[in-house]
């Protein structure tokens, strides 16, 4: 879990996007409501010395984590715009009352196979983590991804009651 040495952690993480091993987590456009533009290569960095840290990397380890975090991010960025399109285009053929089954039953089919991607990318990480970790690093990494994605999902509520 978190200390209270780097806070600056689950803010980093909206942007990275890292914590979403599934797609509770999501990144929020904080850009479009005012605020700041993030600095990416800073942000990576402190997530990098946070893992470092917490994984007890080595320096080529933390390179190579670097990389397939890099690859993991452009991947599950590539993954959230479909997500985002596919919420969109559900909700255009929910409130349109003409909508066909065909239409419905096109989307359902769309969905699970974006669920599938999702999968696919989780294994897909897992095997770089695997090249790059031993295993006990790789599963601590995971974890540390899903205790932060908890993290975010609790600051992300909290922030929707205000």
Known sequence: MIGRR????????????????????????????????????????????????ELNLTVD????????????????????RAQFQLRRQIGETLANPASGNDE???????????????????????QRLAGVLTPRQALRFMLLQERLAQRIEAMRRERARF
């Open 6 to 53: 780097d806070a600056r952690i689950p803010m980093l993480l909206l942007w990275l996007g890292l914590a979403a091993t599934s797609a509770r987590a999501q990144i929020p456009d904080d850009e479009g409501r005012g605020g700041a533009p993030q600095q990416p290569e800073r942000l990576i960095q402190m997530f990098l010395d946070h893992a470092t840290a």
């Open 61 to 80: 380890q933390r390179s190579g984590l670097e990389v397939a975090l890099r690859e993991t991010m452009a991947r599950r960025a590539e993954l959230s």
């Open 104 to 126: 419905f039953s096109r989307l359902s089919e769309a969905s699970l196979a974006l669920k599938r991607r999702e999968v696919e990318l989780l294994q897909w990480q897992q």
